[in-house]
């Protein structure tokens, strides 16, 4: 696979984080600070070109937080990103543009993302100024083209957002970011606003833009069969942490990290009267309060004596027939 | 005799011009101790009928048709005896308990006061018994939790809250409308766990409303799928999930992503408008089973094989196998 960050520079991937970290100040007014929620906490990973990526985890486990960072929505405290080998924090005028060109982003909530002012037609063609990449002339037949690939009418360009249902509007959102042609698309939960119908149909629609327009994806989602369905790698994050990453096979296949093995387990199956899921003991801590050692011990069904103290790095599996796969645990690489 | 038997029920909301229907003459029967799975998508009216059994039906909606519980018409019942039924022989708890609980008040006094309300105990006495309640949902050290307030509290435990107060007088029906769409993966599974064993001690009725074919297909010993305002499929869960009669049903189930890489079959369009709906069955413009009699007029709902009922005229031709080619 090659795309496992092993602190050296032997891995080729389209947007790579390193120990990429995100703390907010908590705490009653500026002068007194309490402590630092750390949403994103040295996580490394590297998407390759024309894959999906997948991050998963439990609302509050930094998925999101990852999200911006790598967009350069939100600075990070400490970290590199690096799209095609250039750092994206350093990105200033034309080279940033460029970088805003080729990453593009939909958002969860289709109600909130599109401007309710803007008919569809402005919505499509403004990126289009923005990056001067087609004349006035030229913009009609593009918004037709673009409303084609995600199956919409062409009569709808003159519309307003409100005339439009979830489903329709999702479809908009990646009309939008597929108007700048991007060669990777952050996806945070774009389907979690949306009815289990509609979910499908715009599952077919990104599947079928993996394959044929070959655009790389950061998929986020806390909807295991919908990550199983459409990734090539899986990261699972556990309080700001990346726990276990392999390749989608491998991870659903066979879980290492009890973390994920709980995950997969929770997720609710269609088969009637089959094996009852497995229910994990308490919530998940506050990232404020992170548990000492491994932050999953609390609620871990398999904790033994060093998982409280020490803190497992996230590395490959001492035992052998594991390779190109990383797991955070005791179990694995025990000490 | 069925522990609520619904008869024909249909709801409109009164607008200026006319009357919308959103809920068409359902029927339905729940009985004792039974989990019963309302399945369907939003808009659906699965929520309305909800609110119409715990006579909470807003100002602008008015309901029809027979709501016999234990052979008392909730729907023509006085407002008094619905008001000392609710909360004590049939509760219900909501999708989001962040909003459904007081932020000023105790949790302690939330619960207490269901007790001291329909039981008439002292308050000394039904603060004894919400830390029974609190311990009996699974909340660690309750007697130190009664007496914190909502926002100190995950969205697990303000769930684990509500079904506590939906507990508290042991109700014989327990409405539960998606009580776990706003939760993660795995305390989901602590609350449907949690409700399972909950319905098991107290032998109570559970109607348990939600859009995820998945959540029903564990706990529910019934299902009904509904789509318009109406039921299109009722059976018991296994024939549901494993010989789905109606295209409604079988699109949900094919919507579901299976193997990685294998297109998704969804259905086409989107739920249309209530005041949009085709002639005919409600579902022939998505429908990929669609003839020319489907528009001639409505399906009945009628009984395709014992024990499982569909609302589709071809429900003998088609199979979920046939659709997935």
């Known amino acids: 696979m090659g795309t496992l960050h092993k602190g050296g520079r032997d891995f080729v991937g389209i947007i790579e984080a390193i120990e990429l970290k995100k703390y907010f100040p908590v705490g009653k007014g500026p002068f007194a600070r309490h402590g630092w929620l750390k949403a994103v906490d040295g996580v490394s990973f590297s998407a390759r070109s024309g894959t999906v990526f997948s991050l998963v985890g439990e609302s509050g486990c930094g998925k999101s937080t990852v999200a911006r960072l790598l967009l350069r929505l939100t600075p990070p405290t400490s970290g590199r990103i690096l799209f095609k080998d250039q750092n994206v924090i350093d990105l200033k005028g034309d080279s940033l543009k460029a970088f805003r060109k080729s990453v593009q982003i939909i958002f969860q909530d289709p109600f909130a993302s599109l401007n309710p002012r803007m008919t569809i037609f402005d919505t499509l063609t403004e990126p289009l100024k923005i990056h001067k990449l087609a004349r006035k002339s030229e913009f009609e037949e593009r918004v037709v083209s673009l409303l084609r690939g995600v199956g919409l009418q062409d009569e709808v360009m003159n519309r307003y957002p409100h005339e439009f249902s979830g489903g329709q509007r999702q479809r908009i959102c990646i009309a939008r970011a597929l108007a700048v042609s991007p060669e990777i698309i952050v996806a945070d939960e774009p389907l979690s606003a949306l009815d289990v119908s509609i979910q499908a149909q715009i599952l077919n629609i990104l599947q079928d833009l993996k394959q044929r327009a070959s655009i790389s994806f950061l998929f986020i989602s806390h909807d295991l069969r919908v990550v199983q369905y459409f990734s090539d790698e899986v990261a699972v994050m556990y309080l700001g942490k990346i726990v276990e990453h392999a390749k989608a096979d491998e991870l659903f296949g066979q879980p290492l990290h009890p973390y994920t093995s709980v995950l997969l387990a929770s997720a609710p199956k269609i088969k009637p009267g089959g094996a009852k899921r497995t229910v994990l003991k308490g919530d998940v801590p506050s990232p404020i309060h992170v548990p000492s050692g491994c932050p999953f011990h609390p609620r871990c069904p398999q904790r033994f004596t060093p998982c409280d103290t020490k803190e497992p790095r996230l590395e490959e599996p001492a035992s052998k027939g594991y390779k190109e796969r990383q797991v955070s645990c005791h179990l694995w690489n025990p000490f | ?325």
């Open chain 2, 1 to 325: 005799m069925s522990l609520l038997e619904i008869r024909d029920l249909s709801i409109a909301f009164t607008t200026t011009s006319r009357p919308l229907p959103v809920v068409n003459s359902l029927n339905f029967a729940i009985q004792e101790a039974e989990v019963f799975g309302l399945v369907g998508e939003s808009g659906c009216g699965k929520s309305l009928t909800a609110l119409a059994i715990m006579g909470l039906l807003p100002e602008n909606a008015r309901a029809e048709g027979t709501l016999s519980f234990r052979g008392r018409d909730l729907l023509t019942m006085h407002k008094e005896s619905i008001r000392r039924l609710r909360g004590k022989e049939i509760s219900m708890i909501f999708q989001e308990p962040m909003t459904s609980l007081n932020p000023v008040l105790t949790i302690g006094y939330q619960i207490s006061e269901v007790i001291t309300t329909h039981l008439g105990f002292s308050n000394k006495d039904a603060m004894e018994r919400t830390i029974e309640l609190l311990q009996a949902v699974k909340i660690p050290s309750p007697e130190i939790r009664v007496n914190e307030y909502p926002h100190q509290m995950s969205g697990g435990m303000r769930q684990r809250v509500m079904i506590a107060m939906g507990i508290a007088c042991n109700p014989s029906l327990l409405i539960a409308d998606e009580p776990t769409t706003a939760l993660d993966v795995t305390i989901e599974a602590q609350i449907l766990d949690l409700l399972g064993t909950l319905r098991e001690e107290r032998k109570m009725a559970v109607l348990l409303i939600t859009h995820d074919i998945g959540v029903i297909a564990e706990n529910a010993d019934m299902a009904a799928i509904m789509y318009a305002g109406r039921i299109m499929e009722l059976s018991n869960v296994s024939t549901v999930l494993e010989n789905p009669k109606h295209p409604y049903t079988i699109g949900l189930l094919d919507s579901l992503p299976k193997a990685r890489g294998i297109p998704l079959k969804p259905i086409k369009g989107a739920v249309p408008k209530p005041d949009a709906l085709p002639d005919g069955c409600k579902f022939s413009d998505r429908c990929p089973f669609m003839i020319t009699e489907c528009l001639k007029e409505e399906p009945r709902l009628r009984e395709v094989s014992p024990g499982q009922w569909a609302r589709c005229i071809r429900a003998e031709e088609i199979s979920w196998e046939s659709s997935r080619q």
